[in-house]
């Protein structure tokens, strides 16, 4: 018998997986909210993120192949390509995003969504106030062990409070957390620190006096009055964003010593360390920068993406010559981004890649 291949099945299957290569073609993914293309000042911040990351992440890649670390020479790259496709739909950009925290533009993301969802709770509590736990500084070498130790010590004190707590004694403990290293360039220092926001003044005096109990218990001096710091919050929104940085700030003034208030934008005397970066990375990777304790965010608070499939989009693709997104069809670039001549001078003469 010979098979009739125009009316069976097989016709049929290969008719099917025409349409479906044909349409897959037709569809892009997106996911979030994007950015509006005619809010030209937004889409300027994410030329200029993309410009930072990718400088800093070549150094990164420069300083882990020195080390033989290859699992984050990848993870750079990744941070490096991340951005570099965008799919126009609907008057909004959207892109993938690599979600490592030495990528500018995926920690501000983050950093918007850890606002939206802590933003409704805090403004409910009436005296808010900003706790900073530090301990002594460390050298590089010791950087991770003492991070992993105040991650425990603060797990301890904790707990230990709210067991008290649940005998009738004591407060319970509740904030939001997070964890954050400065990098000393002069000294050749690194300052771990938290940063808590709590209810009121009595819980950040309760918990300072708690970490100085638990660093110091054997006698062992590790933590000092005067490195910890209480400060009332008047502005919830600027104090939010004041704990969220997202672990370590990118550009650090070459001398600290030299203090003086840095307005914003102000890019003199920065520079780029990026080894005493890509220590700081290290040490925090497969810790949770954030958190909150003493309560639970409900399922509405949490902030979720959703991904949907589309048609009838465009593709901007990142060209470096130009500091800018390139739409393939028509040529037309998408910011029309010029650096600023201060900014470039930086990312080309003050990134520090030596050993520190
Ligand atoms: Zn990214």
């Known amino acids: 018998m010979s098979k009739n291949y125009s009316n069976g099945n097989i016709y049929t299957l290969a008719q099917n997986r025409t349409h479906n290569y044909s349409l897959e073609h037709l569809k892009a993914e997106i996911s979030g909210t994007g950015t509006s293309i005619i809010d030209?000042?937004?889409?300027?911040?994410?030329?200029?993120?993309?410009?930072?990351?990718?400088?800093?992440?070549l150094a990164l890649v420069d300083v882990a192949k020195s080390n033989g670390e290859f699992d984050l020479v990848k993870k750079y790259?990744?941070?490096?390509?991340?951005?570099?496709e965008l799919t126009g739909y609907d008057q909004r950009v959207h892109g993938k995003y690599c979600k490592n925290r030495w990528c500018a533009t995926c920690a501000g993301i983050r950093k918007a969504d850890l606002l939206n969802t802590y933003y409704p709770l805090l403004i409910k509590w009436k005296e808010p106030h900003l706790l900073t736990l530090t301990i002594k500084s460390v050298k590089a070498e010791q950087l991770a062990d003492k991070i992993s130790e105040m991650i425990s010590k603060f797990n301890t004190l904790k707990d230990r409070c709210n067991k008290r707590h649940s005998r009738g004694k004591g407060m319970?403990?509740?904030?939001?957390?997070?964890?954050?290293?400065?990098?000393?360039?002069s000294k050749k220092w690194y300052n771990p620190h938290y940063h808590i926001i709590v209810p009121n003044r009595p819980m950040a005096?309760?918990?300072?006096?708690?970490?100085?109990?638990?660093?110091?218990?054997?006698?062992?001096?590790?933590?000092?009055?005067?490195?910890?710091?209480?400060?009332?919050?008047?502005?919830?929104?600027?104090?939010?964003?004041?704990?969220?940085?997202?672990?370590?700030?990118?550009?650090?003034?070459?001398?600290?010593?030299?203090?003086?208030?840095?307005?914003?934008?102000?890019?003199?005397?920065?520079?780029?360390?990026?080894?005493?970066?890509?220590?700081?990375?290290?040490?925090?990777?497969?810790?949770?920068?954030?958190?909150?304790?003493?309560?639970?965010?409900?399922n509405k608070e949490k902030t979720t993406t959703n991904v949907k499939l589309v048609n009838d989009f465009q593709t901007w693709k990142y060209q470096h010559k130009y500091m800018d997104w390139v739409n393939t069809s028509t040529g037309k670039r998408l910011t029309e981004y010029d650096i600023d001549s201060k900014l470039e001078q930086l990312l080309n003469t003050c990134i520090d890649t030596e050993l520190v």
């Open 77 to 84: 790259w990744n941070t490096y390509h991340c951005q570099n």
């Open 40 to 57: 030209n000042p937004a889409l300027l911040k994410r030329a200029n993120k993309k410009v930072i990351t990718n400088a800093l992440t």
């Open 205 to 298: 005096l309760y918990i300072k006096q708690e970490w100085k109990k638990e660093w110091n218990k054997n006698g062992n001096y590790q933590v000092s009055e005067r490195g910890q710091d209480i400060r009332e919050i008047t502005n919830v929104e600027k104090g939010l964003v004041e704990v969220i940085k997202y672990g370590a700030k990118m550009l650090s003034d070459a001398d600290p010593t030299h203090k003086r208030k840095r307005k914003r934008g102000d890019l003199d005397g920065l520079s780029i360390y990026a080894n005493a970066l890509h220590t700081i990375y290290k040490a925090m990777s497969h810790h949770r920068l954030y958190g909150s304790f003493g309560f639970k965010l409900s």
């Open 172 to 185: 319970k403990l509740i904030g939001i957390k997070s964890l954050e290293c400065n990098f000393n360039a």
